[in-house]
Every structure is written in C-alpha cells, then in structure tokens.
C-alpha cells in the first residue's frame, strides 16, 4: 500500500510505468497482427510469427541484442507503409484489443498515486500513437515514447526519430524531473524488464512487476519490491458506466509492432538454426 496524499509543499513526485507486462498483460505491439494481416499490412507468414513472437515475449521477453537487432528490423519492414492506411486499421482494433489485457493491480496503483497527488507517466518503447491513446485510457499525465519518421509522402521512412529502450528511458525521466520539478528520489518507477534497469536505478522506489529472470535476480540483491500483477480486466467491470470514446486517427506508431513482431521471430528462428547446426 502506497503512503498517504503527499503534502505539496514538498517538490513533486511522479511514478513512472513501463507498459507492456507491467500495466497490460501483453506486448502493445504485436497484439495489432491480426487487424494488420486483416487489414494487408502483413502477410498470413508474418502474422503466423507475430503469434508466436507474442509467446516468446511472455515466455520471457527479450534481452538488449535481441531488442536491438529487432528494433534494426522493424525499421525496414515499416518503410513505405502508409500511415493514414495504418491509422485506419488501428483505430478500429485499438480498445476492442488493450481494454481487456489491462493489469487490475496496475490501474488500481495509477489510481493510488493520484490520490497521493503524484503524477503518473507510461514509459513505454512502443511507438508514441500507441502509447498516447493507452496512457490517456488509463488516465495517465504524460507518456513518453518511440517516435517514427514520416515523410512528406505521408509514409513511414523507415528511420527512427526517438527509441525509448533502456538508457533513453532514464534521461527521459531526468529530463521531465527538470521541466517538472520532480525529486527524483521521492519518485516511483515499475517494470518488467532487466533492460529497464537505467530507468529503475533513477528513482528512489523502483519495483520489480512480473520481472524476467535478470530483473528478479536484480530485484533480490538491491532488496527493490517485487509485485506480481495477474488480473487483467476491462476498465468499464472496475468503472460502472465508463465507455470509450472513438478516436478515429489515433496509431501510426502501432504499424511499428507489426514489424517488431515479425523481428521477434526471425532473431528466434535464427538462434533455433544456430543452435541445432
């Protein structure tokens, strides 16, 4: 249980959550790869990898080399997608799919920290027209992102404007406790992932939620809290007549999981070859 309301004339706090398995249940991106082969973005190969990278990212996620070479991968595979087609598809799928997969535990902490008047910001390496929507159903204050390039053409370019992954998500969170007048050691931070660390060693509480084996370890020798999170549930069962709006033009960014999906699977594919020759 959290402390009580804060007392304002103290500097501010702020609790800073990384998205997927702390908050929602699932990997934000690769959810969307049935609205994507649906919708022609992806083929039934790549949607049928997509699947089973959401089974290796449960089963246990991903480390930095891992990450890095699909985040290199997923830059290819999005150059040249229209954004407004991408838009389209994801708007329609967007709460139909991450309403339900939200972590019960996870919205009753956000709700917590609000009442102790701290402010709540997602973190997450997803692509910010995926996260925005998110952090906004949840109630979040700010979100900080992935960021893709679109250019004239109104195309991705296949470039990377800003990758919230590890280091950056910790000057991230030092910036905003510059512009914000957040005390940093008065300031809570979640995650699931190992490669968060940077971001968690920032704060003066960090806690461990569903962490990966690293994280655990981790977790045990700095003595950091361990939650585990297991009930996703939609937000209109916790709140009695909440309904969610239309957004029409929300996600570019989410075409970005697609590809990241599919970059799973050819790194598991590859370390399978390597490993069996």
Not at 166 to 192: H, I
Request: charged share 25%; glycine share 8%.
């Amino acid at each position: 249980m959290l402390r009580g309301v804060e007392n304002h004339s103290l500097p501010r706090a702020a609790a800073f959550f990384d998205l997927d398995k702390t908050v929602i249940a699932k990997s934000s991106t690769l959810t969307f790869s049935k609205s994507f082969y649906q919708g022609g973005l992806i083929n039934r190969r790549a949607a049928l990898r997509t699947a089973y990278a959401q089974f290796v990212f449960l089963a246990g996620g991903l480390d930095h080399d891992q990450m890095e070479r699909m985040r290199q991968y997923l830059s290819g595979m999005c150059r040249g997608w229209n954004v407004r087609k991408v838009k389209e598809i994801v708007a329609e799928t967007l709460h139909d799919l991450i309403d339900p997969i939200i972590y019960d535990e996870a919205a009753s902490l956000i709700e917590e920290h609000h009442t102790a008047g701290r402010d709540v910001v997602i973190v997450s390496t997803s692509g910010a027209e995926v996260v925005e929507p998110i952090g906004e159903l949840l109630g979040a204050d700010r979100v900080v992102a992935t960021r893709m390039v679109v250019g004239d053409d109104g195309c991705f370019t296949g470039e990377v404007e800003y990758y919230a992954y590890g280091p950056t998500k910790a000057e991230a969170v030092r910036e905003l406790a510059v512009s914000e007048g957040y005390d940093l050691d008065r300031c809570y931070a979640y995650s699931d992932s190992a490669t968060d660390l940077p971001m968690l060693q920032t704060v003066g509480h960090p806690h461990a939620v569903n962490p990966d084996r690293a994280l655990r370890r981790e977790a045990a020798a700095r003595g950091w809290p361990v939650l585990e999170f297991a009930r996703p549930v939609r937000l209109k069962q916790r709140l009695p007549g909440f309904s969610v709006p239309p957004r029409p033009a929300l996600v570019a960014a989410a075409a970005v999981g697609a590809a990241a999906a599919t970059a799973g699977l050819v790194w598991y594919a590859s370390r399978r070859r390597s490993t069996t020759s």
